[in-house]
């Protein structure tokens, strides 16, 4: 997504001369609020593609590898993982909402019509800059949700459950598997708020030519 917002900016000087009605940028925002299109378009957002889904299996490989041959205690390897990203997590989920804010502080008339105007039809697939920045929003809150849910609920097992210790201990095959996924999820979604940050980043260019624009409008 980064690299449409990116090519979308070349685009701002030109739409100056593109006519966007009120209605219809309401009507685009009305189409964009159904509650399950959002939900699946956002999950689809984040979800790592071809290139990043490689990186990701090869550092998966690597990671499950290393911690069958090197962590001897595979459930202290476990808590200290769940424990030092929960609060890395609840950190970025902040940040994250502060992204949010901070895009809707940068939209102005200009930015809101080129915005829900400039269109990007991939494999059937209608996305504006609008959308394709809000779906990614929505998509990390949701995977953070979810991650936050998932340790609160861990902690609680591993901390009170002797089951899931024994289970631990003897499966080292299981539990290096299991580390290394939740590991790679972590990477990939620290990824992901990266790129939403280089988002934001193309955004408040596309404000301040926007602002430059309407001064030189005014001149």
């Given at each position: 997504?980064?690299?449409?917002?990116?090519?979308?900016?070349?685009?701002?000087?030109?739409?100056?001369?593109?006519?966007?009605?009120?209605?219809?940028?309401?009507?685009?925002?009305?189409?964009?609020?159904?509650?399950?299109?959002?939900l699946k378009n956002s999950l689809k957002e984040v979800l790592p593609k071809k290139l990043e889904l490689l990186v990701l299996i090869f550092f998966f490989i690597i990671a499950s590898s290393f911690t069958y041959i090197?962590?001897?205690?595979?459930?202290?390897?476990?808590?200290?993982?769940?424990?030092?990203?929960?609060?890395?997590?609840?950190?970025?989920?902040?940040?994250?909402?502060?992204?949010?804010?901070?895009?809707?502080?940068?939209?102005?008339?200009?930015?809101?019509?080129?915005?829900?105007?400039?269109?990007?039809?991939?494999?059937?697939?209608?996305?504006?800059?609008?959308?394709?920045?809000?779906?990614?929003?929505?998509?990390?809150?949701?995977?953070?949700?979810?991650?936050?849910?998932?340790?609160?609920?861990?902690?609680?097992?591993?901390?009170?459950?002797?089951?899931?210790?024994?289970?631990?201990?003897?499966?080292?095959?299981?539990?290096?598997?299991?580390?290394?996924?939740?590991?790679?999820?972590?990477?990939?979604?620290?990824?992901?708020?990266?790129?939403?940050?280089?988002?934001?980043?193309?955004?408040?260019?596309?404000?301040?030519?926007?602002?430059?624009?309407?001064?030189?409008?005014g001149e």
């Amino acid at each position: 997504m980064k690299e449409e917002v990116a090519s979308n900016e070349e685009e701002v000087a030109s739409s100056e001369n593109d006519v966007v009605s009120i209605e219809e940028i309401v009507r685009r925002l009305l189409d964009e609020n159904n509650t399950q299109k959002v939900l699946k378009n956002s999950l689809k957002e984040v979800l790592p593609k071809k290139l990043e889904l490689l990186v990701l299996i090869f550092f998966f490989i690597i990671a499950s590898s290393f911690t069958y041959i090197f962590i001897e205690n595979s459930y202290d390897a476990i808590k200290f993982a769940i424990s030092t990203s929960n609060g890395t997590i609840l950190v970025l989920f902040a940040v994250t909402f502060t992204a949010g804010a901070l895009f809707v502080s940068l939209l102005n008339e200009k930015i809101i019509a080129f915005l829900l105007y400039a269109t990007n039809e991939k494999k059937g697939r209608y996305k504006t800059p609008y959308s394709g920045f809000s779906w990614q929003f929505y998509g990390i809150i949701i995977i953070y949700i979810i991650i936050i849910a998932f340790n609160f609920l861990a902690q609680i097992l591993l901390n009170y459950s002797s089951v899931i210790e024994l289970c631990i201990l003897v499966n080292p095959v299981v539990s290096s598997i299991f580390l290394a996924l939740y590991c790679t999820v972590i990477i990939h979604i620290l990824y992901e708020t990266g790129c939403l940050a280089y988002n934001l980043y193309q955004i408040l260019k596309l404000s301040v030519i926007g602002l430059k624009m309407k001064n030189m409008e005014g001149e």
